[in-house]
Antibody
Framework: QVQLVQSGPEVKKPGASVKVSCKASGYTFTSHGVSWVRQAPGQGLEWVGWISGSTGYTNAAQKLQGRVTLTANTSTRTAYMELRSLRSDDTAVYFC??????????????WGQGTMVSVSS | DIQMTQSPSSLSASVGDRVTITCRTSHTILTYLNWYQHKPGKAPMLLISAASSLQSGVPSRFSGSGYGTDFTLTISNLQPEDFATYYCQQSYSVPYTFGPGAKLEIK
């Protein structure tokens, strides 16, 4: 079946980097994009960014630009989100979600299980 | 960025009730509005896309409507599994933005 499986929880110190993976199966990876969405404890959902599964084009939320890098490996059908210079307010569950091949106008119809990233000294 | 508001932010209802959640956007988004259900410890689930298109497998008691800046999600005949937080999300322009959520609790 169509699914996205994410890597496990991470605990990092402020200033470090984290890289979360999202492996797709059950659909044509290059026919869709992958968005990343995060949820800080007790907060709502926040869009982090998007990568095209076919071209590698990316678009990231302005507040994270310069710290976030989205990549995808089409041969392994895996998307990655790397976040650098981690701060305590980056503590959140990070979800990957399948979206459209292009932006905008899509919806997130399949989600990964979420990866908890904790940033603490 | 397009700002999103939802009302109410929380509501209590009983099994069998009908509830309506409203989502408003700061700019017109035509019908590029999606609704998600989110339960603690789980991934969000897409219920409705493009304002009114019910996703495959989602019960027909869920319905959505709206255009421009005002949208509604209606749940008829509430079932125990419907108690969750509901988010609207605009996909008209990037950065995509979500509403703050509406928590539906059992009365």
């Amino acid at each position: 079946q169509v699914q996205l499986v994410q890597s496990g929880p991470e605990v990092k110190k402020p200033g470090a980097s984290v890289k979360v993976s999202c492996k797709a199966s059950g659909y044509t990876f290059t026919s869709h994009g992958v968005s990343w969405v995060r949820q800080a404890p007790g907060q709502g959902l926040e869009w982090v960014g998007w990568i095209s599964g076919s071209t590698g084009y990316t678009n990231a939320a302005q507040k994270l630009q310069g710290r976030v890098t989205l990549t995808a490996n089409t041969s392994t059908r895996t998307a990655y989100m790397e976040l650098r210079s981690l701060r305590s307010d980056d503590t959140a569950v990070y979800f990957c979600a399948r979206g459209g091949q292009w932006l905008p106008y899509d919806a997130f119809d399949v989600w990964g299980q979420g990866t908890m990233v904790s940033v603490s000294s | 960025d397009i700002q999103m508001t939802q009302s109410p932010s929380s509501l209590s209802a009983s099994v069998g009730d009908r509830v309506t959640i409203t989502c408003r956007t700061s700019h017109t988004i035509l019908t590029y509005l999606n609704w998600y259900q989110h339960k603690p410890g789980k991934a969000p689930m897409l219920l409705i896309s493009a304002a009114s298109s019910l996703q495959s497998g989602v019960p027909s008691r869920f319905s959505g409507s709206g255009y421009g800046t005002d949208f509604t999600l209606t749940i008829s005949n509430l079932q125990p599994e419907d108690f969750a937080t509901y988010y609207c999300q605009q996909s008209y322009s990037v950065p995509y933005t979500f509403g703050p959520g509406a928590k539906l609790e059992i009365k």
